[in-house]
């Protein structure tokens, strides 16, 4: 199972924008998805975007034109650019990867969004 490593959180004030990068630990072309999701305190996980191998994307509503998922096959790493951030966007952000039915969560990396 391939193993995901988040970065890129922090502290950002509303209107800000942060980068989020989720490194694996092997090739990352084969996957079928990989997306980004968050949770914050009290809610269930949610869908932040996702990316599919052949480059389609899809995005959650709360963050559509906002939000940027893309990834670098040379560096095995995918990327979510996140621009005008609110304090809703407040949360721990998840990287997955799904092959073959075979799901892959990093640890999550904490955005928190002042206003």
């Known amino acids: 199972q391939v193993q995901l490593v988040e970065s890129g959180g922090g502290l950002v004030q509303a209107g800000g924008s942060l980068r989020l990068s989720c490194a694996a630990s092997?090739?990352?072309?084969?996957?079928?998805?990989m997306g980004w999701y968050r949770q914050a305190p009290g809610k269930q996980r949610e869908l932040v975007a996702i990316l599919s191998r052949v480059g389609s994307t899809n995005y959650g509503d709360s963050v559509k034109g906002r939000f940027t998922i893309y990834r670098d096959n040379a560096k095995n790493t995918l990327y979510l650019q996140m621009m005008s951030l609110k304090p809703e966007d407040t949360a721990v952000y998840y990287c997955?990867?799904?092959?073959?039915?075979?799901?892959?969560w990093g640890q999550g990396t904490q955005v928190t969004v002042s206003s």
């Open positions: 092997g090739s990352i072309v084969s996957f079928d998805n």
């Open positions: 997955n990867a799904v092959r073959l039915h075979i799901i892959s």
